[in-house]
């Protein structure tokens, strides 16, 4: 059985705090997936049967049947799966969570939670009772859409934070630091303050993370790849420092992860949910 998937782009707003909403229904290729630290957080609404997460190898597996909210991950996320998983979903951008939550940040910084836990159980149950009697998947996106906006509400220093945070995206992470603060007219000290409290990391963390998002996507891994040449393109000190870099995000070595995606490349050719995550069976 394939996966059906389905995104839209949501209205303005939203579009400033969300790349897009998301159905998905199906078999996954692999009962465990392995997602790298994004440059974004994540919202699920679970229809189907629980799935499992963990944070880091150091953090139990924990149990999700209503959904999940991730903020912007430091570590990878290994996702487990049941046969036939279903949800809608939300890709948020950095800061696209901020207006959605009832604490700071940083205190779900590679804590994943329910959703339950931020926005309640009888408005969860509610609206996961709506989106199961839906009239497929577009209307399900339509109904998440307007729980989003029906919850959006004024979040300070959101705007400082947006605005730095494209600097840092449209560099891909490729930005000194310390100017960041110098070109938004505030303390160091005040922009981090704001970053962790709104999207759960520090701004160097955020660059970090662009930096090897956007190395990664550039990697043709259906041919031969020149480690070397990849690291000192991406601007890293040498190829020594790439790889502690690789292991810090993904737990695997560069050579081992090409392995992996080709993997999955191979067993899955074209498959909806290839380009990010990887089998972790």
Known sequence: MGVQYVSRVPRPPLDGLIDDLYYLEGAPPYARLMLPPMPGALLIVNLGAPFRMRAGTDIETAEYADGCVITTPTRALEFSYPLRTRSVGVHVKPWGLAPFLPMPAAELCDRPVTVEQVWGRPAVAELRDR?????????????????????????????????????????????????????????????????????????????????????LLAIDFAQPIDWGDIAAGAGYFDQAHFGHEFRAFTGLTPTRYADVRRRFLREHPGHVLDGWSLPAD
């Open 131 to 215: 989106l199961a009697t839906a009239v497929g998947p577009h209307e399900m996106l339509t109904l998440l859409e307007e729980e989003l906006m029906r919850r959006l509400c004024e979040t300070a220093g959101l705007g400082l934070v947006h605005r730095t945070s494209s600097v840092i995206a449209a560099t891909s992470g490729a930005v000194a630091i310390g100017g960041l603060s110098v070109g938004a007219g505030v303390s160091s000290t005040h922009l981090t303050q704001r970053f962790k409290q709104l999207i759960g990391v520090t701004p160097k963390r955020l660059a970090r993370t662009h930096r090897f998002a956007a190395t």
